[in-house]
């Protein structure tokens, strides 16, 4: 096999330390979750489980406001197709549940927004640290009268319970970094100036230790705390049918006309998604 | 179906705001959870769930102290067979179970003392959100050695775990809204002049959005996080088995003689429970 | 059946308050779960448990900086084999299930160190609370390539959610009291010189309500949030296999080296492990 040089990503760049890389998320102009980052991610994660010189993942955001702001809405169809490669059939969720049960660890370090099927990716990650006053979560798809499509129903409510997973999803609004340590969200939020070093020295750490281990404790906890594949797939099929819906059209066109899916518009997404529903 | 005005339950005074309805419970002198309010509650569901113009329910106390006291233990059979009418057996737990089900998106806004079956009734609310200071939550029905008879081992073991579960029943003690929220019993606590207008706030703006996605929402965390139908039944079978024992009818008495089941008497359960097994 | 008299245990230092009993765990120098203090568990177990008048049971240490260190691992053969007296099997892991579904109630009070199958017995405990400053936790087993071998990993994938506990177990690291109860691994966190006497007024308490209430609460919570024999019995397992791997055979020796399983080494054993890895 052929390996690529570490630069070959087109939204991705990565850096290797040892048998940790760090992979900085880099889709301007605002790291939006296409078809571009979707096959990128696929082709990452392909390169990366077939040399067992790597064991540890960090994902980070090149972009200081954003760390994923969610899926490209316009392109839903095209960034599905681009899972298909990796898990056989089309599906974010099922993309983002290979890497919970890959033999590599994931270990997300968040600043700026990550909401959507960004919050959906992170969940994904085997840990997740946040950058306090920076770091903001949220799943604001039934803001649009839609199920998030990737595993996060699946996701919160074994993590976080049912009344806050409930809170998140209905509110579709935003949560800070302590709120959502405080959640179980995330593992641990950090003060931002903290969190780099942190999270290289915990991933160079977990490197050193052996493998084998790290394998058999993955499978046995996901095996009680990962949701099954008939499940992912199912929260995408609702998705799906969600997104067809005039509602979620009429919606959407209302939303993109205030700034949705620009940098700006989603810099305070919280209040543009209440004047929305007001119209 | 004719819609009853919005004034007619003895123990429920009812306000409407758009499609969010406020029900403030009101039956002195200590809202106790006997037939009157069990007969409101499913009067109110029902009348509620025919309406789709109503989405979001918002359950809050007329009296400071008490949010819901506990059920009246002088009346057992009476409140059970209230239940009926909406669940078809004599079950609280099925009668909360099905607002956790429902369409409808509910929120308690907790002040005062929320116990027994108080607090089982705010488990099974889809979001609870209680005031620092006032909110007292307890699960005391261990102290006459029967099991909480409405959803609280299901919830609480589901929501903050085996150990914290444990305790919380096991020790019958009160538990303040700040350690609540550490708990994960209960979303988030707030200061108390605040609570009323986040909560406001909230309910208004999960009613703006499409009724739809939160019902799917709903839907598929409930089947990850909410007990099946016979686990409730279970429960309500083990704590009537449990209330027709001698031991358990003979500290109820001694518990009656101290003051419990009295608004005054209640302000400190925890030391009244303590006394009453030094007997 | 005759009863032996409270001091008959070679490591544990038993003292009875009415139907609350404190065992203080006594094997220096530092608290090695070896076959001695597994012998003396299943003793004292069958004995307390064979006596209606013993309801709870409060877990304590005579060591201010070590509850249990972790198994002895020169001798695991040995201690496996002194539990199937209890259990009919040799198994850490289904000796401590014991404890979690037997009738007696069971409180671990932690200061000082609790690691690997120390942690693994308070998780067994029906509750755990720490004294700040003071109690450490570690589920340090994966930095030798092997999986926790008496249910860490069951119970901490129920208990603080996926990400989080496979943070605990993949780092390998040192978690303080105050942490640990953040990630929902212990109860609460008090105090030092307030812990004793908080968990006796708790003990005492629960001891006074009826036995009855508390068998029936501990199985209906157990059928949701305890994990099957079967996990305990694969994990065990899966232990075992691990430490025959010529890779924990090298590790552990390195780490001997460097003063695994001694008093002094073990103080700051998360820089003992990550020193070891960069042999």
Known sequence: MTTPTLHSFETLRVRREGSVLFADIAAPPMNLLGPEL???LVSFLQWVEADEAFRVVVFRSADPDYFISHVDVTRIGEYREATVKLTGEPSLGLLFRHLSVSRLVSIAQIAGRVRGAGSEFVLAC???FAA???AIFGQFEPAFGVIPGAGAAQHLARLIGRARALEVMLS???YDADLAERYGWINRTL???ALGSFVESL???IARFPAAGHVTVKDRVNAVALAPVEDFRRDSDLFLEGVRRPEFQRRMQAAMKRGFQTRDGELAL???LDDLSDR
Chains 1, 2, 3 share one sequence.
Do not use: E
């Open 38 to 40: 979707v096959r990128d």
């Open 126 to 128: 085997d840990m997740r």
């Open 132 to 134: 306090r006053g920076s």
């Open 172 to 174: 579709a609004d935003d």
């Open 191 to 193: 003060p931002a100036d």
């Open 203 to 205: 991933a160079h750490r």
């Open 270 to 272: 919280s209040r543009l």
